[in-house]
């Protein structure tokens, strides 16, 4: 069975950064993605990752532009979100997402077949 561990979240000042990782259990999927939920509200996209024609094509959402970068390793089979100059209105459970079908990220979650638990990301004011 496929997982996804997301790890790197934790508790930190507004301003700091943070990175998150992805790993799967070996597989290697088409698009990746980082969507996040804070408490009472719907889960978010955040960044995603997908491969075409070997050309990597990267998407963000509007909060998190020139901040967040989203990227892999070699083998695609780790994904990372490096968050900088973190505010509070980041905190969040930030969940790790994958598919095969689509090589462009796109920022719905219905489009992924794959999640992680998520890791909790606090950033205090």
């Known amino acids: 069975q496929v997982q996804l561990v997301e790890s790197g979240g934790g508790l930190v000042q507004a301003g700091s950064s943070l990175r998150l990782s992805c790993a799967t259990s070996?597989?290697?999927?088409?698009?990746y993605a980082w969507f996040r939920q804070a408490p009472g509200n719907r889960r978010e996209f955040v960044a995603g990752?997908?491969?075409?024609?070997?050309?990597?094509?990267?998407d963000y959402a509007d909060s998190v532009k020139g901040r967040f970068s989203i990227s892999s390793d070699s083998a695609k089979t780790t994904v990372y979100l490096q968050m900088t100059s973190l505010k509070p209105e980041d905190t969040a459970v930030y969940h790790c997402?994958?598919?095969?079908?689509?090589?462009?990220?796109?920022?719905?979650?219905?489009?992924?077949?794959?999640w992680g638990q998520g890791t909790q990301v606090t950033v205090s004011s």
């Open positions: 997402a994958a598919d095969l079908r689509y090589r462009i990220p796109t920022p719905r979650a219905d489009d992924y077949g794959y």
């Open positions: 990752v997908g491969w075409s024609l070997g050309y990597g094509n990267t």
């Open positions: 070996g597989r290697t999927f088409r698009i």
